[in-house]
């Protein structure tokens, strides 16, 4: 192709090969006024593909609750959320997919997902202080499966580890609906000082347009427009599509940018993620309402001859787009000169809105940044929905068709060597969790990874979550649980929940089916954002998880990740999930449930694939994280730790093996046995008291009006439960500990 | 004692080491940049944790170019005491300073947990105060810590006491199991014969602050301390 095809007028075809739509097509040339040409159609292509502009999902997205009294921006203002933690100082932070790339190429797939996730983060002024993934794979038994989690994992590790962020927390979960599809969600946090946001904005006629970092390259052109689709067997020819990561550059770009943020030159800056070139100057230029000229020949390029639209598209890690104030040229350049990137001017901005690249000597492209951007131009669609036909089987389902079991002790092991309920120590020791000495849970495990802010009485709790088979289950009511479940995570490590940033893994939105889960995981996730006063920070969506199997479409389970914020007020009083003294008294602090709906136990032990989402509302479960709340504000228990995956045997396992304690405990004959020890009813928590607490305990749980059960003790090596042995805990723990790695064996 | 801390592009510990010397121990800290010349009168040098230029070629292996090695070479030939952890313990390695060198780990992965070491012996700055029996529970965080020298080297080092820590078991026996990377010998940290430049994997900052909850590292510093009078 040469230069000048591109230049000439493109026509239907092209855009709908560049995955536009006819009315996109002629919503293009209404804008421009005439025809687009080949350059400024492949802009428009990224710009407007559901990836860049949440053109299929905005219109739910906006009823999400954004506000809080703590958020300084809001979502979609800039390139992360920013609460306000006290003390003059702020948090950024956010969660974002890789998936597509991953299931090409796990390895650089995730490693460029770090990579961006940790930009979005730096690039606002703050320094990222703590990491979190959430991963989703298929069948652990398929050899796919084994090669995609090795690379992924080793992706994240290089990256992350060069990088030097500590990792605090994740989930991985497998299941067959990620067989082709896997998810990768990598959050990351930073701390800044509250007035000093560096934001994603271009103003002031004459300023001056820089690209700094890694040289442009033809890695990862389109990339947006492959996320943006089904994954097919067609899929390897975008390989190209999936870009390279080098988080050498990244360091040295975090440093250099921090050291910017410390100056006042600087106008806005914008990572290059999506769409690279074009995504930060139309979004730079649209925000701040100005235009910009741009002379494409002045980019660094790894390679000669590259064409405007690929420089303009290419997706290479690692480059940020800055605007300074005119005049200050000398001190940007300085400060990149000594960490050895590149920083180079590229245009400068103009006034009206509009955007001009020129590369050898004409003028390649001109569009008006409005009309690329969400929020400004970008089409908006309202899709249809209709309930899934699996739903209806999910809602006859009855706990007495389930015979109890024969051999609880084989249920408690296939549980705990259940890879999904396994230790995932064979992957997170791959990951630096130590790095900047803040990781307050290495030594002192909690059910939310808590990080430290030095010289202050203050720390920060973060958490992942999503059980995306209650999602399935019942959207609405799955999703709440994802936020409720953040929360409970948050609360029981001594937190206040503050706010949410989100990932939303679903299938093809234009799947009536897949966009009613959608719709459901979005009212779900509202009505426990209010409950918790959570508002939602960003994040972002990535439709089209879903692939073509034995000739049907097979989406993979609706995963609404919940990556959520909490402030530890006092880290004195941090609570660990951990089992602390012989003889403390355990109890269970919640309602027990007749429920074993989508539980593990349901599900890969008797084999029942279709149940509803489990035991949960909304008014008890605020009411018990009310409750715990206060029990470790008073220093009354010594441990609580949230029975999640695996029910409450799992949860009195996890409390026994950090210190190596076993327990004494009976059941509540209210429920069936199995319910109460592997069902996964909501709003339950585990906690060890020492016995002169214990009363001053039970008065505090009466006044919040939440039900208990004494359990019985810490204590000896053996795990008894109504007096039978379930084993030593020791032997247990073995098991558990090595189960993951046996099954990549 | 002033202490000065090199930062060279990679370096990602260099921050963390600063904070335990600076605001725990309280001693005088410098930051040095590696394209300087300059060691800023400092009586200890140390070499961070991190991936200097990306470990690309082989981990420490460009880093032995940057400007201020040289001034580092000739502080330690003339018996400054020069320290690497992690990332500078493989500099060392790469510059001759120190015996031996870093393989990857036997089983092919990073790795990042808490191990416990003892050392070897009293014989230096940075093991005098470390009683022989006691256990210390440090973190490491590497891909490339197999230690490795001939067999000659060993038998030297052995002799001369310069193997300063060895990986061991919660009880203290140095065993194949408590060995995380397959270091000859369990071999976690060595220095030179003179006594003055030293190197290790484990992380003794990561385990310095009471916040953390494990201060087991802060015997290792405090032992250089306890050794050079202020």
Known sequence: MSTTTEQSAADLKTALELGLTEDEFNKIKEILGRDPNFTELSIYSVMWSEHCSYKNSIVWLKKLPKDGPHMLAEAGEENAGLVDIGDGLACAFKIESHNHPSALEPYQGAATGVGGINRDIFTMGARPVAQLNSLRFGDIKSDRTKWLLKGVVKGIGDYGNSFGIPVIGGEVFFDECYNTNPLVNAMSAGIMDADKMISATSHGVGNPVYIVGSSTGKDGIHGAAFASKDITEDSMDDLPAVQVGDPFQEKLLLEASMELADTDIIIGMQDMGAAGITCSSCEMSAKGEHGMIIDLDKVPTRQDGMLPFEILLSESQERMLVVVKKGKEAELERIFEKWDLNCKQIGEVTAGGMIEYHANGELVAKVPAESLVL??????????????????????????????????????????????????????????????????????????????????????????????????????????????????????????????????????????????????????????????????????????????????????????????????????????????????????????????????????????????????????????????????????????????????????????????????????????????????????????????????????????????????????????????????????????????????? | MKFGVITFPGSNCDQDMVYVLETILEQEVVQLWHKDHDLKGVDFVVLPGGFSYGDYLRSGAIANYSPLMKEVREFAEKGGFVLGICNGFQILCESGLLPGTLLHNDHQKFTCKNVFLKADNNSSLINREVPLDEVLNIPIAHAEGRYYASEETLKEINANNQVIYRYCDADGNVTADSNPNGSLENIAGVCNKAGNVFGMMPHPERAADPELGNTDGLTILKSILAAVPA
């Open chain 1, 375 to 745: 929020g400004g131009g970008a089409p908006v669609y309202e899709r249809e929905y209709k309930e899934a036909e699996y739903y209806k089987l999910n809602k006859a389902f009855d706990i007495n068709s389930v015979d109890q079991p024969k051999d609880y002790k084989a249920v408690a092991k296939h549980l705990y060597t259940h890879p999904n309920i396994a230790s995932k120590k064979w992957v997170y020791e791959q990951y630096d969790s130590m790095v900047g000495t803040v990781n307050m849970s290495t030594n002192y495990p909690t059910d939310a990874g808590i990080v430290n802010i030095k010289g202050s009485k203050k720390a920060l709790s973060f958490t992942v979550d999503c059980n995306a088979r209650y999602v399935y289950a019942d959207p609405e009511e799955g999703c709440a649980i994802a936020v409720a479940e953040a929360a409970r995570n948050i609360v029981c490590s001594g937190g206040e929940p503050s706010a949410i940033t989100n990932c939303l893994n679903f299938g093809n939105p234009y799947n009536p089916e897949v966009y009613w889960q959608f719709v459901g995981a979005i009212k779900g996730m509202k009505k426990s954002c209010e409950k918790f006063k959570t508002p939602v920070t960003g994040g972002n969506v990535s439709f089209y998880n879903q692939s073509q199997q034995e000739g049907k479409d097979v989406p993979v389970f609706p995963t609404p990740t919940i990556g959520m914020m909490g402030i530890v007020p006092d880290k004195e009083k941090i609570c660990t999930l951990a089992f602390q003294n012989e003889g403390d008294e355990i109890y269970l602090i919640g309602k027990s449930v007749n429920d074993i709906s989508s539980s593990e136990y349901l599900y890969s032990y008797c084999g029942v694939k279709n149940s509803p989402a489990p035991h949960f509302d909304l008014d008890e479960e605020f009411k018990l994280q009310e409750a715990i709340k206060d029990l470790i504000a008073k220093s009354v228990v010594n441990s609580a730790h949230d029975c999640a995956d695996g029910g409450l045997f799992i949860a009195l396992l996890e409390a026994g093996m950090p210190n190596g304690f076993g327990f004494e405990v009976k059941t509540d004959d209210s429920v069936r046995k199995d319910a109460f020890l592997f069902g996964e009813a909501q709003s339950r928590v585990v906690v060890s008291v020492s016995a002169d607490k214990k009363a001053e305990m039970e008065a505090l749980l009466q006044k919040h009006g939440v039900e208990f059960f004494n359990m019985g003790k810490v204590g000896g090596s053996q795990m008894l439960i109504d007096g039978e042995n379930f084993g030593e805990l020791a032997d247990a723990k073995a098991a558990n500990e090595v189960a993951l790695e046996n099954y990549l064996k």
